[in-house]
């Protein structure tokens, strides 16, 4: 009885948290069409006169900004970059502020590895190579998305860019600096970890998150799936969803599988079967971003990535949690969104299973308690696991100057800033 008590518990928590996500992301989905038809109706009614004052003004800025690096701004998951959702701004609009901001549209579901090999040539141009290696062993083409022409194709040593990762983002940032450093773009026998300028980190997913347990991934590796949770209904939502291939919902919002070739047109209703039954797809090779934010996925890639010492790193990390007679919970109650308040909690909660092997010598569940709702703070400061990089805490400004290359500065708690104040941080504004 007392089991029975628990599964109707569990499904019940099921419905509720799909129901309240789906609802979010029509939320989302629909609030981007309004906004679309009221740019729409505002342009068929705004007068031409000032069409070529705005021309002169474009002409000025691209004339002053020309010699100043770019600032790339990277999304985390089931994010998007320009062009995606109409009008709407993953970045609050930042890209709109220079023409030097941009905003690429990766993948928003896809794994960091396949990120980080989008956004090289997103910037630099050409067809997007997965790699021969890693697309016989994922089960996908080795080609992708074709960019005839790179959003910053001189991009090099001598002209190298500003990167500002977001959740998943940052970690895609630092795989693509490791795969510069190790010259892993064929037919770019020049590249160094030295074509990053600068790489910042907004809540960034260093070092894993405890959502991703509960939302469904297995504790014991971080690899699998539970057979009933919310990454399952998920999984088959995005894989219908791909399979439909409906051309203009695709163009509004893509989950970047397309490599993966599960269109009904390349695989039938058979195929359809196999990749919901977990034979074929990213969810079977686990090329997909959960399994990647795990605190066992985080260890796996940190093994490899290394803090340059040429390189400036900045860290910002976020909580909406306090403590009260040694319990951590949510920071308030009216100051939440319902939806995050929830997440929030749960996380807050999250204990190890007492059966499975910890992720890592040390492990202790109250460091992982303080959250914002879908990462831990513990994991956003700076890479840490399983090798501790270089850090400092930044408290006041000015003791930290000059700013020292190689070291991650790490600024607790959340603070809020603009594209404006990281380009005054660098002294390029």
């Known amino acids: ?67 100043l690096p770019p600032i790339v701004l990277v999304h985390g998951i089931f994010g998007f970059g320009k062009g995606r959702l109409g009008g709407l701004s993953y970045f609050a609009g930042a890209e709109k502020k220079d023409e030097r901001v941009l905003v690429p549209d990766l993948g928003s579901l896809t794994s960091i590895y396949d990120r980080a090999r989008e956004l090289f040539y997103y910037l630099k141009g050409g067809q997007v190579d997965y790699g021969e290696e890693h697309s016989k062993a994922c089960g996908h083409s080795q080609f992708g998305r074709v960019y005839e022409q790179g959003h910053y194709p001189e991009w090099d040593e001598d002209h190298p860019i500003h990167f500002v990762g977001h959740s998943a983002g940052a970690q895609v940032v630092r795989l693509l ?46 690899r699998f799936m539970k057979p009933i949770c919310l990454l399952q209904l998920c999984r088959i939502g995005v894989i219908i969803y791909d399979w439909i291939d409906i051309p203009w919902l695709k163009a509004y919002y893509n989950f970047g599988f397309d490599h993966f070739n599960m269109s009904w047109k390349k695989i039938g209703v058979s195929g359809l079967v ?80 007492p059966d499975v092997p910890l992720p890592y010598k040390g492990y202790c569940d109250e460091d992982w308690q303080d959250n914002d709702g879908a990462l831990n703070t513990i994991s956003m400061t700076h890479p840490r696991i399983p090798i501790e990089h270089p850090s400092r805490l930044v408290v006041n400004d000015s003791e930290c100057q000059p700013l020292q290359p190689g070291i991650w500065y790490v600024t607790l708690p959340s603070i809020i800033f603009s594209v404006t104040t990281i380009t005054i941080m660098f002294g390029i504004a």
């Not at 079977?284 to 795990?294: E, K, N, Q, V």
């Open 274 to 353: 196999d990749c919901l039954l977990g034979n074929t797809g990213p969810f079977a090779s686990g090329d997909w971003i959960l399994p990647d934010l795990t605190i066992q996925g985080s260890m796996r890639l940190n093994f490899h990535l290394n803090t340059f010492p040429n390189t400036f790193y900045f860290s910002y990390a976020t909580k909406r949690t306090r403590k009260i007679m040694g319990m951590t919970v949510p920071s308030s109650i009216l100051g939440i969104h319902p939806l995050l308040f929830i997440r929030v909690l749960q996380m807050s909660q999250w204990r190890h299973p």
């Open 1 to 67: 009885m007392v089991r029975l008590w628990i599964s109707a518990l569990q499904l019940s928590e099921l419905f509720v948290s799909s129901m309240i996500h789906l609802l979010y992301g029509f939320y989302i989905f629909s609030t981007a069409v309004a906004s679309d038809m009221s740019q729409a109706l505002n342009e068929c009614f705004r007068p031409n006169v000032s069409v070529g004052i705005k021309e002169v003004e474009s002409r000025a800025i691209t004339k002053k900004n020309d010699d």
């Open 177 to 222: 600096q490791q795969m510069l450093a190790d010259k892993a773009f064929k037919g770019y026998e020049n590249t160094s970890e030295n074509w990053v300028l600068s790489v910042t980190s907004l809540s960034g997913a260093f070092n894993g998150t405890t959502r991703t347990y509960l939302d469904g991934m297995q504790p014991e590796n971080g």
